[in-house]
């Protein structure tokens, strides 16, 4: 494992349904994502947390909500989703550190397929 | 539904030779890069990063190298194995300390 966790690591939901996806991160870091990644993009980042605060939202459609209770704990609310939304979402982590970047610790993802 | 996927480019090596793939990144402000491996399945797993004050890094069978001039990096792997088969992503922080860019990968095929 890489410290970061993601469960459930496949979900498939029905468009009406409303069903949450969860991150956990056990390596102490500050900034947590979201990433999407479809057959047709690349990694698309979806939302940011610094210190617990959403620092971004990459213009993602409101039938995903994130939540970051705490540092260590981000979760994705969905509802009415459509198949297009069908993709694996990463969350990852990350120490961020005044003037210097750090890389990303990814988890394993969940394969979301939306039917 | 989804038809069409994304076209990745495809290095095919031979096991035992050496492999190079290349990222051309956007932002003259980036400081630090990064080459995460994903395989069929998994979440990118980080495999080494190099900051805008040096041109070189190297790891255990993998080096990475930066030219600022032309805005190039690139990750060599040495004796390539067929564990090193998956897809390799370059990413940039451009001008933020906390955020990367991730170019669209590459994907390696290490043929016995």
């Known amino acids: 494992e890489t410290g970061v966790t993601q469960t459930p690591r496949h979900l498939v939901m029905g468009m009406t349904n409303k069903k949450s996806l969860k991150c956990e991160q056990h390596?102490?870091?500050?900034?947590m994502y979201w990433y999407k990644q479809s057959a047709k993009k690349p990694l698309e980042l979806m939302f940011v947390y610094n210190f617990k605060e959403q620092t971004e939202n990459n213009s993602v459609p409101s039938r995903f909500s994130p939540e970051c209770p705490n540092s260590s704990h981000l979760f994705l609310h969905l509802h009415t989703l459509q198949p297009e939304d069908s993709a694996l979402y990463l969350c990852?982590?990350?120490?961020?550190?005044?003037?210097?970047?750090?890389?990303?610790?990814f988890g394993s993802g969940t394969r979301l397929t939306v039917v | 539904g989804e038809s069409v996927g994304l076209h990745l480019p495809t290095l095919s090596v031979q096991e035992g030779d050496n492999s190079i793939i290349n990222c051309a990144y956007s932002n003259s402000a980036s400081d630090y890069f990064i080459w995460y491996k994903q395989e069929s399945g998994k979440g990118p797993q980080f495999i080494i990063d190099?900051?805008?004050?040096?041109d070189k890094r190297q790891g255990q069978r993998v080096t990475v190298l930066l030219n600022k001039t032309v805005k190039h990096l690139s990750l060599q792997i040495a004796a390539t194995q067929p564990g090193d088969s998956a897809v390799y992503f370059c990413?940039?922080?451009?001008?933020?300390?906390?955020?990367?860019?991730f170019g669209s990968g590459t994907r390696l095929l290490v043929r016995p």
């Open positions: 990852a982590s990350s120490q961020e550190r005044t003037g210097a970047t750090y890389g990303y610790t």
């Open positions: 190099i900051r805008s004050n040096m």
């Open positions: 390596l102490g870091h500050n900034a």
């Open positions: 990413a940039e922080n451009g001008d933020s300390s906390y955020k990367l860019i």
